[in-house]
């Protein structure tokens, strides 16, 4: 993950020289239709810890965040964000960003806060092979019934 560790402040650095207009926001369908199929590599902005995401079809996502594999995570799209689910519905864990995108940086929103939480690119399909490594979970689609969440992020 080497090539991603001065990424977050080159994407920093780009968005505050060119300003918050030159990224756009991508809606839900333009997530799907980009995430779907493709890995997500990236930086943690507070961190500049790794990540790397093959998104399946069928809501899994294979690879690791923080350089901790991927053992149960899922991901859906709403109208206007992507959100990731980790664990059993007894303890799951959910989080949702909006997406921005500047030439080929993406910019990752925490929602509803709008706090920037990394910055990643685009793989074409599956380069790492996640898929292959551990991807035997299967995805619920009760993302909204993660404890403590009545409703999906609010605006």
């Known amino acids: 993950m080497r090539p991603w560790a001065g990424i977050a402040a080159l994407g920093l650095g780009l968005l505050a020289t ?6 756009e926001r991508l809606n839900g369908e333009q997530i799907r239709r980009l995430f779907e199929g493709n890995t997500v590599s990236g930086v943690y902005t507070g961190s500049s810890l790794p990540f790397s995401e093959y998104h399946h ?14 053992k149960d995570a899922c991901w859906t799209t709403t109208a206007d964000a992507v959100c990731y689910y980790y664990g059993p519905h ?3 864990r959910t989080y949702c960003f909006t997406i921005e995108v500047s030439g080929d940086l993406y910019v990752i929103r925490n929602r509803p806060s709008g ?10 399909g599956d380069p790492h092979d996640y898929a292959k490594k551990q991807s035997d979970w299967v995805c619920d689609g009760l993302i909204s019934q993660a404890p403590g969440r009545s409703r999906l992020a609010r605006r």
């Open 18 to 23: 060119t300003g918050a207009s030159a990224a």
């Open 115 to 124: 706090r920037i939480n990394g910055l990643a690119r685009i793989e074409k």
């Open 90 to 92: 007894e303890t799951r």
């Open 57 to 70: 079809a069928d809501g899994r996502a294979s690879g690791h965040n923080r350089s901790v594999p991927n």
